[in-house]
């Protein structure tokens, strides 16, 4: 088995020749990218280690090299902490792995090349990824778009290191979120989300921090926050850009010194969350519009993770309809061929969230009629693309808000609802909870978007006094309205 190493610093080569030598591998070392090139050119070998920085070429492109070169050959990339960006990057161009230097934990860099060079390695990896994915149901889909996603994902899971997720609303942030958790040495801990665009700033404020007794007017009692709970397991920030200025200087001060005191506290806690944060609007150009701090997206964006929209994995509805169907208990039923080129050809505003609607509604509206869904099970918005190009790029709060009947929409998918939780019960083995749980989640949307909608129709559109016919924020119905907009008909 052979190694070829390439770092300027002569110290690491010799370190990592002396480890790997004993160990019976066949190791070279060189010192710049074109020492590089001439070896990897003339030898086959099965592992290269490269650093990122070297005098007359970036690392990066001596992985290019390599993919090209030497395909099978699998590449490690070595970095120092400030450039673990780039460690992303190459990541995402297929590297194995990357290490940190200084080297820290000489066992862990020794188990790492073991295991890449064992070739069946790569194989074990890809089903556990599916394994994981299909547990928390994820679907991973046929893109590649997708696939290179989560490959990136559950690399990124195993490290320390906090995550941006970015993606329009409706593309599976949270899942994502909770497959990296899973993915995790954090697994067995908890995995706590919290929606910073739906509480106020107070109340956001003690629920991530927590409060002492009399800390303020109803503190009765002391409480733990989130950062307290989720304590070694993964904190998911979701609508980071939704926190207030002073969450904003707070979340910094975590993320730097991992620090934060209980509001009206005087002790310093510290926390081992993960901080898994994500946003549906780009936070770099809230940045520029002053509405978001330039150091927090800083420390936050060290790995950025991207989820494409659906418009742009079209090929992945077909499993996604699959997996829906089964989900809601209608394995027997399919959708005709038609129905799958009309779901293509929409733009999918609401994404994945909207897809899962669509399925729910032509399921009720065929149920016991046919076991083939035509497209006459669509609303009529899909059946005419065309209408709907210029809400491509709208966004979602400047929608029309779309009227429906409450009262039927919601009896029917209680209905529904029912039945299924009951099914579950009677038929399914007790570890499809976090099924259960999930349509708690997706009942609990359903009703508070029907108690918006409803406020918001007798106010003729009037948030603000809807919001206080409801006794919530403003902001709570923005939250409801933004998941709304996929629109049942
Ligand atoms: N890849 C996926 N596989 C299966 N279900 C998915 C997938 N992505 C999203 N969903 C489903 O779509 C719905 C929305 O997903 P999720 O809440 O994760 O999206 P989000 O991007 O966090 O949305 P928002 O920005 O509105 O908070 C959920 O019911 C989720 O289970």
Redo the contacts with the bound molecule.
């Keep these: 088995m052979n190694i070829i190493i390439v770092d300027d610093e002569k110290e690491v080569g010799t370190f990592l020749f002396h480890l790997f030598q004993r160990q019976s591998y066949q190791v070279d070392v060189v010192t710049n990218g074109k020492a590089f090139k001439e070896k990897v050119s003339e030898n086959d070998y099965q592992l290269a280690l490269i650093d990122l920085k070297l005098p007359d070429v970036f690392g990066l492109d001596l992985l290019r090299y390599l993919r090209e070169v030497r395909p099978t050959c699998k590449g490690i990339v070595m970095t120092g902490y400030s450039t673990v960006k780039t460690a992303v990057e190459a990541i995402k161009l297929g590297a194995y792995d990357y290490i940190e230097k200084p080297f820290e934990d000489i066992t862990y860099i020794e188990t790492l090349v073991n295991n890449a060079i064992q070739s069946d390695f790569k194989k074990t990896k890809e089903n556990d990824v599916r394994r994981i994915a299909n547990r928390i ?5 046929k893109s590649e778009k997708m696939q290179q996603l989560i490959q990136v994902a559950n690399k990124f899971a195993e490290k320390n290191i906090n995550i941006l997720i970015e ?10 979120a909770r497959f990296i958790h899973e993915a995790s040495e954090r697994a067995d801990h908890p995995f706590i989300g919290v ?1 910073c665009g739906a509480l106020t700033e107070t109340l956001l404020e003690s629920e991530l921090f927590g409060h002492e007794k009399g800390a303020f007017t109803g503190a009765t009692k002391a409480r733990k926050g989130l950062f307290e709970i989720a304590n070694n397991g993964t904190l998911f920030l ?2 980071i850009g939704e926190a207030s200025p002073p969450i904003q200087v707070k979340l910094l001060r975590i993320l730097e010194t991992r620090e934060y005191m209980r509001v009206g506290g005087e002790e310093t806690k510290r926390t081992n969350a993960r901080i898994i944060a ?1 946003s ?1 609007v780009d936070l770099r150009k809230a940045v520029q519009e002053g509405t978001f701090r330039e150091d927090l997206l800083y420390r936050l964006e060290v790995v950025k993770l991207s ?1 494409p929209p659906l418009r742009e994995r079209k090929e992945d509805i077909p499993c ?1 309809l699959d ?1 829906f169907l089964k989900q809601y208990g209608n394995e027997h039923i399919r959708f005709s061929d038609e129905a799958v080129e009309t779901l293509k050809n929409y733009k999918w505003p609401g ?3 909207e897809l ?1 609607n669509i399925v729910m509604r032509a399921l009720t509206l065929a149920e016991r009629e046919t076991v083939t869904i035509s497209s006459n099970y669509l609303p009529t918005h899909l059946l005419h693309p065309s209408e709907n190009k210029e809400e491509k790029n709208e966004p979602v709060k400047n929608r029309p808000i779309q009227y429906v009947d409450e009262t039927n929409e919601l009896e029917q998918y209680f209905l529904q609802w029912k039945n299924e939780i009951l099914a579950a019960l009677q038929h399914k083995e007790l570890t499809d909870f976090h099924e259960i749980i ?1 349509q708690l989640k ?1 009942l609990e949307v359903r009703v508070e978007r029907a108690f918006v909608r409803e406020a918001l129709r007798r106010t003729l559109g009037n948030r603000r006094e809807a919001a206080k016919q409801l006794n919530i924020s403003p902001r709570k119905i923005r939250y409801v309205l ?2 709304k907009k996929e629109g049942i008909e």
Excluded: C, M, P, W
């Design positions: 149901g994820f679907v991973v889909g993606g329009e609303t409706g593309t599976g942030k949270e899942v994502l929606n979701d609508e994500a549906h989820i996604l997996y994404n994945i969230r899962s999930q997706e933004h998941e």
